[in-house]
């Protein structure tokens, strides 16, 4: 059996970089299929599957979240928590712009430029997470405390 070449993105140059620890976990990718295609997909509970969100304050100032796949943000939450008016879902084409990957292949590793993140805080309960690697149908199995080690994130309790 031949083993499959994995093709560094910032993602996987960032972690490699940090000495984490991933699996790499390729998949068919669906458009629009999300979380839910990954993880049937990969044979793994939607809820191990980590979205990586990008948002905006009402500023236009950008953020990630982190949230479970089976999970959803509330924005009224979030904005509270962060001491904002609000906070939406960027465009394709804002998010491209602010990490440097598209919808669909947003990793919160590697990012054109530094972002805040948060992420929620169940996700340190799981054992292993499944997270974006940095380009379409290309998750990474990783512990959810490397996470922590890497992007330092605000942990938050947004989620419904």
Partial sequence: MMK???????????????????APRPYRY??????????????VEEHRAVKTLVMEDE???????LMHGDRQVST???????GARSVIPCTPEAVHRHTG????????FGTRRALPVY????????STIFINGG????????????????????L?????
């Fill in 30 to 43: 669906i458009d629009h299929g999300g979380t839910r295609v990954a993880s049937r997909e990969l044979h």
């Fill in 76 to 82: 009224k939450a979030l904005a509270r928590r962060i």
């Fill in 4 to 22: 499959e070449k994995i093709h560094a993105t910032p993602a996987i140059r960032m972690l490699r970089e940090r000495g984490v620890h991933f």
């Fill in 135 to 154: 380009r379409k149908g290309f998750l990474i199995e990783m512990d959810p405390r490397d996470v922590i080690k890497v992007l330092n994130p605000q």
């Fill in 59 to 65: 500023g236009g100032t950008p953020l990630i979240i």
């Fill in 156 to 160: 938050v309790e947004v989620g419904y």
């Fill in 101 to 108: 990957y598209l919808v669909g292949g947003t990793s919160p």
């Fill in 119 to 126: 992420m929620e805080k169940s996700i340190l309960d799981l």
